[in-house]
């Protein structure tokens, strides 16, 4: 599928669910109000969107949410894109996680065929992790992923950088990632949601974060392509890979080659625009799959340019997109 800009789309982000065990500072309000349980899709619905995507292009699906282990029908859901994998366009399935449940998933995952992950993890400080994710413990994370890690699947750590809460931790995380033998991205917050915070006192520009580890070692730009937004570069001399993605201080919207599903069945082509395509009733009415098809097509053409998002002029009360992060799936 080519959008507009003669973009090949051929990448599907899902989320499986609003709901998560933990409540991250940047991306949700401590008092979070869920969808209710009639809106959210079936496994069997979004298995039966995904196929039609597959169809139509789609390559690799990452399945997210909110925190896409605490929703029950996830083996299930995994079970059937597992089976797509190499049996039709579908060649790679992969996950976005919080940790907190992979000790008891991680096994179910790999037995899927899901070969890497994405894990987020802002700080190695259990009281800062606390503090950040308003109740997560550290501990029980670093027990999943240390499992994960046993079993044999790759995994890619997430670090948004937070002005005043990790920025005293980029070097630790790179020593951790180093010795763990993972690979590490660094994220910048992207203003959504939250009216009542100021984002702008959380922004940290990931351009001080690379100043920062250069202070310590030499980082070279490699040409490396995970399939996402960031760009990576390498430790001169080692094998360790940092990514950096940067909404707002180099915007990436140019190779941008995915489009997102929530968990209610609308299709975000941008996660930094409001406009939306809804699957549900050609879902309900739809038998032979025509009218999803359809649908599907046209939100590749509505596929903007670009994001809107601009740390800049965010201002408290009016936060460039009202949907928050687990909405759409990050
Ligand atoms: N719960 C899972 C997790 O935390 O990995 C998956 C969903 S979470 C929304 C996906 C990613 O989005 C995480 O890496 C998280 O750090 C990131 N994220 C959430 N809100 C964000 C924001 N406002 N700006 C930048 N990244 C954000
Ligand atoms: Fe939950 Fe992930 Fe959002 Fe944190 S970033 S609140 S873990 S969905």
Known sequence: MKDTFNREINYLRVSVTDRCDLRCIYCMKEKMEFLPKSQILSVEEINRICSVFINLGIKKIRITGGEPLVRKGVPILL?????????SNLEELTLTTNGTQLYKYAEMIKKNGI???????????????????????????????????????????????????????????????????????????????????????????????????????????????????????????????IGFITPLTNNFCDTCNRVRLTCTGRIYSCLGQNKYIDLRQALKKDKNNKALKKLILESILIKPEGHNFEITNYNKYTPNLKRTMNVTGG
Request: positive net charge; contains cysteine.
């Open 79 to 87: 079970n059937y894109l597992g089976k797509k994998i190499n049996n």
């Open 115 to 241: 070969k890497r992950i994405n894990v987020s993890l802002d700080s190695l400080d259990s009281k800062k992790y606390m503090k950040i994710t308003r109740g997560g413990n550290l501990e029980q994370v670093l027990d999943g992923i240390n499992i994960a890690k046993k079993i044999g699947l790759k995994i890619k750590i997430n670090t948004v950088a937070l002005k005043n809460i990790n920025e005293d931790e980029f070097e630790d995380m790179v020593l951790w990632c180093k010795k763990m033998s993972f690979d590490l991205t660094f994220i910048e917050i992207m203003p959504m949601g939250m009216e009542n915070e100021t984002r702008i006192e959380q922004y940290y520009p990931l351009t001080k974060v690379r100043l920062q580890l250069e202070k310590k070692w030499q980082l070279e730009y490699i040409k490396y392509n995970s399939g996402g937004p960031a760009r990576y570069s390498i430790i001169k001399g080692t094998k360790q890979k």
